[in-house]
């Protein structure tokens, strides 16, 4: 059984989404899809049988939920997310169920438009497939955070050790270093990744 | 899912079972990230975004109200 998820970080997609830059904004949107696009699908998908009496929606219709979602969320000229108002991660479950909504109506014959206004806002239970595709998105974008919080070389080698399971000897001899720092160097970013992991908006 | 929850746990270390786990899922999440960088899935959908992006806002329905 999964612990209680954490608030979805606020951090870097903060940072990002508030910057003037065009630049950033092509960032940061993209960045955001690929981090996010796997829990989005998912939920997309279970919101469509939930609403279609457990048909299977096609793939590119899933794909233009997400699309939508994505460009919404970023659009300048958008609904924008209030995080006085609940968590992100809900935020997003909402949209996505409206998007899909609309898409279902557009897809009905003109007479059959009229749905049950409750539907917009009514959102099932979340799966646990959900709720693990959001636990892999947090993990990743905890990761993205101690890339930009630690020194090049020591996430280097936590990268090869703990990510890409390569051994830590093997590591240190294709450094060039001694194994006690390869295990230094480990140990403080594990030691970062948990500072990171505890912050409010991890929470 | 647990590595979030092992992540925020500073009180009491893990046990090797733990460490293993987390070892696991932070890999796992590292890897999907890695994948969808080079998605063809992610490349069509950053295709519908670009065009969504930059076409002009449809008036919202009275009934999106958030």
Same mark, same amino acid.
């Not at chain 1, 936590?158 to 194994?179: I, S, T, W």
């Not at chain 2, 999440?29 to 080079?38: F, G, L, P």
């Given at each position: 059984m999964a612990a209680p998820f954490p608030n979805t970080p606020l951090n870097l997609l903060s940072k990002l989404k508030?910057?003037?830059?065009?630049?950033?904004?092509?960032? @940061?949107?993209?960045?955001?899809?690929?981090?996010?696009?796997?829990?989005?699908?998912?939920?997309?998908?279970?919101?469509?049988?939930s609403h279609t009496g457990g048909q299977i929606p096609s793939q590119q219709f899933i794909e233009d939920v997400v699309a939508d979602v994505v460009a919404g969320f970023f659009r300048k000229d958008g609904e924008r997310y209030?995080? @006085?108002?609940?968590?992100?991660?809900?935020?997003?479950?909402?949209?996505?169920?409206?998007?899909?909504?609309?898409?279902?109506?557009?897809?009905?014959p003109a007479s059959q438009?009229?749905?049950?206004?409750?539907?917009?806002?009514?959102?099932?239970?979340? @799966?646990?497939?959900?709720n693990d595709a959001f636990q892999r998105s947090l993990l990743a974008t905890l990761l993205e955070e101690l890339r930009s919080s630690i020194p090049l070389r020591q996430f280097e080698i936590f990268e090869r050790v703990k990510l890409k399971q390569q051994k830590p000897a093997y590591v240190a001899e294709d450094l060039g270093l001694e194994r006690a720092m390869v295990d230094r160097y480990i140990h403080k970013a594990m030691k970062k990744l948990r500072e990171i992991a505890s912050q409010p908006e991890y929470q | 899912m647990?590595?979030?929850?092992?992540?925020?746990?500073?009180?009491?270390?893990?046990?090797?079972?733990e460490e293993s786990l987390l070892s696991q899922e932070l890999a796992s999440a590292y890897h999907q990230d890695e994948t969808s960088a080079t998605s063809r899935e992610v490349e069509r959908i950053a295709e519908k975004i670009k065009a969504r992006m930059t076409r002009p806002a449809e008036p919202e329905p009275p009934s999106d109200n958030l």
């Amino acid at each position: 059984m999964a612990a209680p998820f954490p608030n979805t970080p606020l951090n870097l997609l903060s940072k990002l989404k508030h910057s003037d830059s065009e630049k950033i904004w092509e960032i @940061s949107w993209k960045r955001f899809l690929e981090l996010y696009h796997e829990p989005l699908k998912v939920c997309a998908q279970a919101l469509y049988r939930s609403h279609t009496g457990g048909q299977i929606p096609s793939q590119q219709f899933i794909e233009d939920v997400v699309a939508d979602v994505v460009a919404g969320f970023f659009r300048k000229d958008g609904e924008r997310y209030d995080p @006085s108002k609940g968590r992100l991660r809900t935020y997003l479950r909402l949209i996505t169920n409206r998007r899909l909504i609309d898409l279902l109506r557009a897809q009905m014959p003109a007479s059959q438009r009229d749905l049950d206004p409750e539907m917009l806002d009514s959102l099932q239970t979340e @799966s646990p497939q959900e709720n693990d595709a959001f636990q892999r998105s947090l993990l990743a974008t905890l990761l993205e955070e101690l890339r930009s919080s630690i020194p090049l070389r020591q996430f280097e080698i936590f990268e090869r050790v703990k990510l890409k399971q390569q051994k830590p000897a093997y590591v240190a001899e294709d450094l060039g270093l001694e194994r006690a720092m390869v295990d230094r160097y480990i140990h403080k970013a594990m030691k970062k990744l948990r500072e990171i992991a505890s912050q409010p908006e991890y929470q | 899912m647990k590595a979030i929850h092992y992540l925020s746990r500073s009180e009491i270390p893990l046990s090797p079972e733990e460490e293993s786990l987390l070892s696991q899922e932070l890999a796992s999440a590292y890897h999907q990230d890695e994948t969808s960088a080079t998605s063809r899935e992610v490349e069509r959908i950053a295709e519908k975004i670009k065009a969504r992006m930059t076409r002009p806002a449809e008036p919202e329905p009275p009934s999106d109200n958030l």
